[in-house]
């Protein structure tokens, strides 16, 4: 198998063909066969893959398998080869399972959608793009992943195309990420102009040995950039609440457990570059921890269930670059992989509350769900302990790790107390956030329709396994961390934390879960939504203003895309009118053309010399 | 000067190509002669005669001919075989979409192989005069095929206005050679070279004739600000030949200023001359790709694509070295591929060709021609440069031969814009896939064994180069270290 890696992106990649070409003629049952099965044998062959890996590389050196050379020019050279390393192992499972029991859980709840075998073969092909992003041995191979993702992931978000919300969701996922798509590039092309290699060992080779720390600098905040669009941080978070309008199972896939993580794999990965560009890392963790708490306060103020969610993942992806920010990489990457758990397992719950609600998604038409889908209900209140950071459950370790690390940094030990505290506070948001929105969903009593009333239901098998599989991973992905077990696997650069400083931190972070709880039950858990009325009475202006997100979208809107809008059609409309204002400035000879060539009288022609006319004057005037 | 007889043994060798396509034209029209009977076999016909050129291709040696004023190369024979691609692309397209609109004839074929036969003298003329010679005899056909569809008026239009522009073009690219030949005595590329390394490089009369010609072939090239004609050519041509127009016509002017260029390689180290290069890509790539954005009509949309890709495609010429020179082959086999593929669905759509194809004619199409829909993604795909496929390893290279030259900034203008440029591609993709047709209005693709033959040439060419492109760049730059000085 490790000569053959190419075969685990291959098997999904199969699936999207045979579904594509095939699943419209055949039929939900083949579908349902070919999208979870294709994916199942990926998980196979990656698990494979990895036990000979550790059987073969005790040591966790970097495996490389090299399909071809595919592009060659001047000396430099790309192939498409393949890699495993721990770092890439950690990231090859957490896809390839997620992925699997995710595409378990779609057959369940795509069931009665129109388009099925459309969603399996876009689900096949963003997992074998994901796989090629987190299997590739250099940036290029990894930008193949990067943008196949980012297509897939628009894809799926307009998947419910006969929605205008869902189209506009997707566009705009897709303009806010082509902004970081282009410092990846970018970044890339410098590798390659100034290193001569987009290897990934190379490259830090290379960089290590001395290079000028500005030219570094330059490549870490370019490829941050990228990671800032993919992993939705500020400034380019915006998209990611909105792309919530594609199907359930594709927020708890990709926008949740992988995709969005490729942006935290992407500072993991370079880490030799960024350690060499301390500034760099700061500005990933400065932009972490504002994204952090700047997300989780909009979250407590948002009704529909996936919303609170989609902020809710907002925020914790800026944990994840606090510790990648601080230098911890370890933490970062532990807390991606415990995120993938808690967080899937979340808006797979959402899916099946959505599902026995009949569609509904506002959590103030819910309420009471506690007795009537106990499985799910079990297995939100396991997830939302765990994010909320309640010891010794799996999002407890991991963030506390990366908020111990802050505090210890050595990188800026001054900054490093800030970001702390604000990621402390932070936390307390998110175990307040979380419970309101547990304590509205499944406390209280109904206040739905009576017609919802009836219809509701537990899901199907297919969907209670995934949730009660991801739950158990929720309790005991903390053991990960057990004899540092995770840290000695990954060998990322790390540093020492103090035992104060541990203690300090983990004291802090038990009792902002405890408070945060407490707050959440001491309203909502007692008053359901009169709680929320007494706030907008009590501070209606904040109320309002994280309603609407801080109006951050409104201002994009007027500062960027009105004007954007205004200069393309300037260009394109104004050609004309530039020509004739050209005409009129030009005064005497320039109308002296235009009246001689107006005799031809076809339209436009006139005006076509006459740019060419002025074109090679301009011309003459600049360059002779 | 030395007289140099100027039919020497071993012409026809040289010619063989250009030969085969002459005469097989000569053919064609005397079979439309002969009546209605035959049109179904032109079409089939002009295949094989442009394969049969194809393969004559090998018999040709390389060297110089007709006293030095025709050089025939490894990179001339790449070209060839673009032009001849292209020109392949087009009659596939052509077959059905003229039967279908009643004004199928063998002059059609003919015209197309009369003007790969002015293209292939672009790209081979190591004299001025030569590569202006193949330029008109490139654009008389072109005047005529743009207005082929005659009973349409936008047809005719587009032809008078191509006719116009292209006058008024040529003009300033005759001035520009006569003042060139003014100031070096003579209209061959060696023999410039030659005066060109001794000439003053503040020499104004030079940097104005250098200004007017690059003006006139900037127009053949459709590069802003000289590409106001392309959408409304583009948009009243048949759409077949319209894809074709992008393409061919481009490839062979930027070969030919391959080696103008390089013939006053001593005096662009020092000029201002290679900076109006840059401008015209750098105006190319923002104003096609901003104006992109804003059409809704199919083929002006890929009209105002053609222009940014021009962009690109010049920023290669800016370095002069081997391995640009085999970027832009790489690119133009390429955008042959991309370009005549996605304008040939667009000649698929039986419509009113005097309306315009909008992105609404296309709207669930996917759905209704998954084949077509499919070729369609491909090629906007390619176009907007996502890997796999050949349009991002084009792009690739061609950046990347600027970033090793140092023109980063260009480099970034180049990757922004090409960024931007995905949105309007993808836009189509939206239409094929997300997008329900208004009631009552499903315009089904009318191809037939041709275009389905013609599109699955064009998307495997497009995955094969994007993933096996080593072989075609390592080709092209061994010919292109032999053309340059």
């Known amino acids: 198998m490790l000569n053959h890696l190419w075969l685990i992106p291959a098997l999904p990649l199969l699936g999207f063909l045979l579904n594509g070409l095939f699943g419209k003629r055949l039929g939900n049952g083949f579908v349902s066969l070919v999208g979870p099965l294709s994916s199942f044998l990926s998980a196979v062959a990656g698990t494979v893959a990895v036990l000979q890996y550790h059987h073969q590389y005790p040591n966790g050196d970097r495996h490389v398998d090299v399909v071809y050379n595919w592009i060659s020019s001047g000396g430099v050279g790309a192939d498409l080869a393949f890699q495993l390393d721990p770092l890439s192992i950690v990231m090859l499972l957490v896809v390839t399972w997620v992925g699997f029991l995710i595409h378990l859980y779609s057959v369940g709840y795509m069931a009665h959608e129109e388009g099925y075998w459309r969603y399996f073969s876009y689900l096949n092909l963003f997992l074998a793009e994901m796989l090629v992003l987190v299997l590739g041995s250099s940036y290029l191979v990894m930008f193949v992943g990067w943008e196949g993702v980012g297509l897939c992931s628009y894809l799926l978000i307009g998947f419910y195309y006969d929605k205008d919300f869902a189209v506009a969701a997707g566009k705009k996922a897709f303009v806010v990420n082509r902004i970081g798509d282009f410092g990846f590039l970018v970044a890339m092309f410098l590798m390659f102009a100034y290193f001569g290699t987009v290897d990934f060992a190379k490259v830090s080779q290379i960089a290590s040995g001395g290079v000028e720390p500005g030219l570094v600098t330059a490549i870490c905040l370019l490829l941050f950039l990228g990671a800032t669009g993919k992993s939705a941080q500020i400034p380019l978070y915006v998209w990611l609440p909105d792309a919530m309008a594609g199907p359930t199972p594709v927020s708890a896939l990709i926008h949740a457990a992988t995709m969005v993580t490729a942006g935290v794999y992407m500072i993991a990965r370079p880490n030799a570059l960024y350690r060499l560009a301390p500034d760099a890392l700061m500005v990933v963790a400065i932009i972490g921890a504002l994204t952090a708490i700047f997300a ?67 959590i103030r038409r819910m309420g009471g769900l506690w007795k009537k889908i106990p499985i799910t209900a079990w297995t939100f209140l396991i997830a939302t302990i765990a994010i909320a950071g309640f010891p010794p459950l799996s999002g407890f370790f991991s963030k506390d790790e990366i908020l111990a690390s ?59 396994v995934p949730l009660v599989v991801l739950a158990a991973g929720s309790i005991l992905g903390g053991a990960l961390t057990v004899n540092h077990f995770l840290e000695h696997w990954l060998e990322l650069p790390t540093f020492e934390v103090s035992p104060a400083r541990a203690w300090l931190a983990m004291i802090a972070s038990t009792i902002v879960a405890i408070l945060g709880t407490w707050f ?31 109006y951050v ?43 001689l060539l107006r005799f031809l009288q076809t339209g436009n022609v006139r005006n076509y010399a006459l740019m060419f006319f002025v074109g090679v004057i301009v011309f003459i005037w600049i360059f002779a | 000067m030395t007289l140099h007889p100027l039919i020497e043994p071993g012409w026809v060798n040289a010619i063989l190509p250009e030969l085969v396509l002459c005469v097989g034209g000569l053919l064609l029209m005397l079979l439309g002669a002969f009546g209605a009977r035959l049109r179904g076999i032109t079409a089939p016909l002009a295949l094989i005669v442009f394969i049969v050129t194809a393969w004559s291709e090998k018999l040709v040696l390389a060297g110089t001919f007709f006293g030095g004023t025709y050089e025939i190369s490894g990179i001339t024979r790449i070209f060839d075989i673009t032009f001849l691609l292209s020109a392949i692309l087009a009659t596939l397209f052509a077959r059905e979409y003229l039967e279908r609109e009643g004004i ?123 590409h106001g004609w392309a959408p409304d050519v583009y948009q009243g041509a048949p759409s077949p030949i319209a894809g074709w127009l992008s393409v061919a016509p481009k490839a062979a002017t930027l070969i030919a200023l391959v080696r103008l260029l390089s013939a006053m390689l001593p005096m662009l180290q020092f000029s201002l001359w290679m900076k109006m290069i840059a401008a015209l890509s750098v105006l190319s790539m923002v104003i096609g790709n901003a104006a992109a954005i804003a059409q809704r009509d199919l083929k002006r949309m890929l009209a105002y694509s053609g222009i940014a890709h021009v962009g690109y495609m010049l920023i290669a010429l800016l370095s002069l070295r081997d391995d640009s020179v085999a970027a832009i082959a790489v690119y133009t086999i390429t955008y042959a591929l991309m370009n005549i593929g996605a304008f040939g669905v667009v000649s698929t759509l039986a419509k009113n060709q005097n309306d315009p194809q909008t992105l609404d004619d ?36 061609i950046f990347k031969t600027a970033v090793d030259s140092g023109h980063l900034a260009i480099a970034i203008v180049g990757i922004l814009t090409s960024i931007v440029s995905v949105y309007y591609y993808l836009r189509v993709v939206y239409y094929l896939y997300m997008k329900e047709p208004a009631e009552g209005y499903a315009i089904v693709p009318a191809g037939g064994i041709f275009a389905t033959g013609a599109l699955a040439i064009t998307m495997i060419g497009i995955f094969v180069i994007g993933l096996f492109p080593t072989p075609l760049f390592a080709m092209a730059g061994a010919a292109a270290r032999a053309l340059l000085p």
């Open chain 1, 406 to 464: 802050a505090l210890a940094n050595p990188y800026f030990p001054d900054l490093g107390v800030w970001i702390w505290a604000i990621g402390t506070v932070a936390a307390l948001f998110t175990a307040f956030y979380m419970f309101r929105l547990f304590f509205l969903t499944f406390g209280g009593s109904f206040r739905g329709t009576q017609e919802q009333e009836h219809h509701l239901h537990e899901s199907p098998w297919t969907m209670t």
């Open chain 2, 362 to 397: 296309i709207a669930g199409l996917g759905f209704r021609s998954p084949f077509s829909g499919l070729a369609l993604t491909v090629c906007m795909f390619s176009l907007s440069g996502l890997p796999p496929t050949a349009g991002f390893i084009a792009k690739f290279y």
């Open chain 1, 296 to 362: 989780a306060t909009i979250g407590i103020r948002q009704n529909d269930i996936k919303k609170v969610l989609a902020y809710s993942t907002v925020s914790q992806l800026g944990f994840m670059f606090i510790g990648v920010g601080v230098g911890a990489f370890t933490a970062g990457i532990f807390h991606l992989i415990t995120h993938a758990f808690f967080k899937a397992c979340l808006f797979l719950g959402s899916g099946s509350v959505i599902h026995a609600m009949s569609g509904e998604q506002d």
């Open chain 1, 520 to 550: 959440a039950y001491a309203l909502f858990g007692r008053r359901g939504l009169a709680a929320d009325e007494r706030f907008e009475r009590r501070a209606p202006a904040v109320a309002r203003t994280l309603e609407n997100k801080y």
């Open chain 2, 104 to 226: 199928e004839g063998g002059e059609f074929y003919a015209l197309l192989m009369w003007a790969t036969v002015g293209m292939m003298m672009m790209a081979k003329g190591l004299d001025l005069l030569i590569v202006i010679l193949g330029l008109e005899l490139l654009s008389i056909c072109i005047f005529v095929l743009v207005g082929y569809h005659r009973r349409i008026p936008v047809s005719n239009e587009a032809s008078l206005k191509y006719f116009l522009m292209g006058a008024f073009a040529t003009g300033f690219i005759l001035y520009g050679t006569a003042l060139f030949y003014g100031a070096t005595r003579s209209t061959n590329f060696t023999e410039m070279a030659r005066a060109f390394s001794t000439a003053d490089p503040n020499n104004v009369l030079l940097s104005i004739a250098f200004v007017l010609l690059m003006s006139g072939l900037g127009f053949k090239l459709a590069a802003a600000p000289f």
């Open chain 1, 553 to 595: 979208d409104e201002f994009y809107d007027e500062a960027l895309v009105t004007p954007l809008e205004r200069f393309s059609r300037f260009l394109w409309r104004g050609i004309d009118a530039l020509i004739d204002g050209i005409l009129a400035l030009g005064g005497y000879v320039v109308a002296a053309v235009g009246d």
